[in-house]
């Protein structure tokens, strides 16, 4: 698993305050939303702009494409490495 990835567990767990999980309860590839972690609208929102000031990652919430870098941790790097890379 890659330090990103634990970089972003780690900051989900922080950023909602999720006391009773660790990094090595979040699957990388398992839904964030719904049956995977259980994540709701209001966590997305609060993920978005974590991303925003940690990573400097604007994304636009009505767009298809935003849903699908929230799907999982293993997307998210994805997204963080895309937009490191430009």
Do not use: C, W
């Not at 660790?22 to 702009?49: Q, R």
């Not at 298809?64 to 963080?80: M, N, R």
Request: net charge negative; charged share 25%; glycine share 4%.
């Amino acid at each position: 698993m890659s330090n990103l990835a634990d970089e972003l567990k780690q900051m989900i767990i922080d950023v909602l305050v999720l006391e009773d999980i660790s990094i090595s309860d979040i699957e990388t590839d398992a839904p964030l939303f719904g049956e995977g972690l259980g994540l709701d609208s209001i966590d997305a929102l609060e993920l978005g702009l974590a991303l925003k000031k940690r990573y400097n990652i604007h994304l636009n919430a009505e767009s298809d494409e935003t849903k699908q870098h929230f799907k999982s941790i293993q997307s998210l790097v994805a997204l963080v490495e895309a937009q490191q890379a430009v």
